[in-house]
């Protein structure tokens, strides 16, 4: 997925080209140039009136409305545009700021509320300074396409117009750039979010693209942890899925650290011993993820028993009474699904695109050699890899929230850890508190294990000097989340026997009185 950075160069490229090489019916480039104006102010949010809008930004968004009406003014002294075939520079550098936009909005929901942790930081004044530089470059560009527009023009009026378009466009480049200074660069590592919906991995993927799908994947099990962590899932985790998720983030961390020391055998000494040390820590945080899987051995939610201990047939008595029933049929949580797409991702990389963890037999692996063609380095296959620990530390986080929100359900078949208000004659019971405490307590183990893994990827990355943007933008992210636990642990605190509220408590001071 193209990114901020990427498409505001892809939009730069194309001004550059139009300024270079002018189309000969001058009469439509000025009207798409002045399409790409009115765009440049308002999709990428310069123009809205809510944003947090400072003195630079002012300026830039006023000098472009004056350029616009300028160029308007000189559309009306030209004839109207030919039939003949226009120039796509024009219009590609338009549709790049029209995706700037899409990008932006799709961490918003359609009530401005955000859906992921990254739309917080879009809500920042560097955030903000970030956009006004990289219009401010588009302008410039502009410009030139403007300058271009007033050579060789019959019509003075016309031409006069257009080198007062240019000297606007260049004002508000120049003020645009010199106000953005604490621009946050980060910002430009932000792609398109993607819906939290079931995916899944085909045989006839291709290998190469197994980076650029394990970013997908990542990106929506991101969003599905924002999601869990503020209850704004229409379909909340079940036990099952908690479950099932980390026995599946396990595995990928397995199959990464086995990706990189099949990889570490065809590389130097140095680069060797980095791999290496990067998979024993995905390895570390595959045993995290498995003993979080573990705490959920003889729990059983009642309201999606995929996941349970082995039942003994039901009796002559039971059946001759028709008391036999079926467990339900519950769909899974589309993160799940996700979860063991990724690790078929993995696998695929490690194994070959025909690769299933169902095979009953493991296959040999690919060459270290295939593996590094296909992520073209290894700084690349570290940053590549980097997704999935950044991902797994915000479903951590949001694991206990999950926890929370199913607890109403869930039940146990070890007497010690039933509750005593568990009925009598019956194989399961709810379970205790305690155990309930347990079950979220077993993800904190997870988040140093993750922030270990992805830091030495990181590492990685690093040594062979390959640049991860968008570590900065998870750093911040990850802040973000970190900082709202306290309101997370308010929102705990409710009574056990109302599932359905998250009422934060009032906190009461109580002060001795003076003798």
């Not at 570290?382 to 694991?399: D, I, V």
Request: with cysteine; aromatic share 4%; glycine share 6%.
């Amino acid at each position: 997925m193209a990114t901020l950075d990427e498409l505001f160069d892809t939009a730069g490229d194309r001004l550059r080209t139009a300024a270079a090489a002018p189309s000969p019916d001058r009469p439509a480039s000025a009207r798409q140039l002045d399409r790409f104006l009115t765009a440049l102010t308002e999709p990428v949010g310069l123009g809205d009136e809510d944003a947090p809008r400072s003195a630079a930004t002012l300026d830039l968004v006023h000098h472009l409305r004056r350029a616009s009406d300028v160029l308007r003014s000189a559309l009306g002294l030209l004839p109207p545009p030919g039939a003949g075939p226009a120039e796509n520079h024009l219009p590609d550098a338009l549709a790049a700021v029209h995706a700037v936009r899409d990008v932006i909005e799709s961490h918003r929901g359609p009530d401005r509320v955000p859906l992921t942790a990254y739309a917080y930081a879009l809500d920042t004044v560097p955030a903000h300074h970030y956009l006004t530089r990289r219009c401010s470059e588009l302008a410039w560009g502009a410009a030139q396409v403007a300058s271009g527009l007033a050579q060789d023009t019959l019509d003075p009026s016309a031409a006069a117009a257009f080198g007062d378009v240019r000297h606007f466009l260049s004002r508000a480049s120049v003020l645009g750039q010199d106000g953005a200074r604490d621009a946050d660069a980060a910002i430009g590592a932000l792609s398109l979010t993607l819906p939290v919906s079931a995916v899944q991995a085909d045989p006839s993927d291709r290998t190469q693209d197994v980076p650029s799908n394990l970013a997908e994947d990542c990106d929506r099990l991101s969003r599905a942890a924002f999601e869990t962590l503020h209850h704004r899932s229409d379909h909340p985790m079940s036990g099952s899925d908690l479950q099932q998720l980390a026995r599946w983030t396990a595995m990928q961390r397995l199959l990464a650290g086995r990706v990189l020391l099949t990889v570490a055998e065809e590389l130097p000494d140095e680069t060797a011993a980095a791999l290496r040390e990067s998979a024993g820590a995905l390895r570390g945080s595959a045993q995290a993820w498995q003993k979080s899987a573990t705490a959920w051995h003889r729990i059983v939610d009642i309201a999606d028993p995929r996941s349970h201990p082995a039942l003994p047939a039901p009796s002559y008595e039971i059946v001759r009474r028709g008391e036999v029933v079926r467990l339900p049929q519950v769909i899974p949580h589309p993160a799940t699904v996700i979860a063991h797409t990724a690790a078929v991702r993995v696998g695929q990389l490690l194994y070959g695109p025909q690769w299933r963890p169902e095979n009953a037999t493991r296959p040999e692996p690919r060459g270290g050699a295939e593996i590094l063609a296909d992520a073209r380095s290894a700084g690349a296959l570290a940053s590549a890899l980097y997704r999935l620990p950044a991902a797994g530390w915000q479903l951590a986080l949001a694991a206990p929230q999950a926890v929370s929100q199913a607890r109403g359900g869930l039940v146990t078949d070890v007497f010690e850890q039933q509750a005593q208000k568990g009925r009598r004659n019956h194989r399961f019971r709810p379970i205790h508190r305690q155990q309930l405490d347990a079950l979220s307590h077993s993800y904190k183990a997870v988040l140093p294990a993750e922030q270990a893994s992805a830091a030495s990827l990181l590492e990685v990355a690093r040594q062979t000097g390959v640049p991860v943007p968008r570590a900065l933008l998870d750093a911040a992210a990850h802040r973000t989340l970190a900082a709202g636990l306290e309101w997370g642990k308010a929102r705990r605190a409710v009574r056990p026997d109302r599932s359905g509220l998250r009422a934060p408590q009032p906190l009461v001071r109580v002060r001795r009185r003076a003798l």
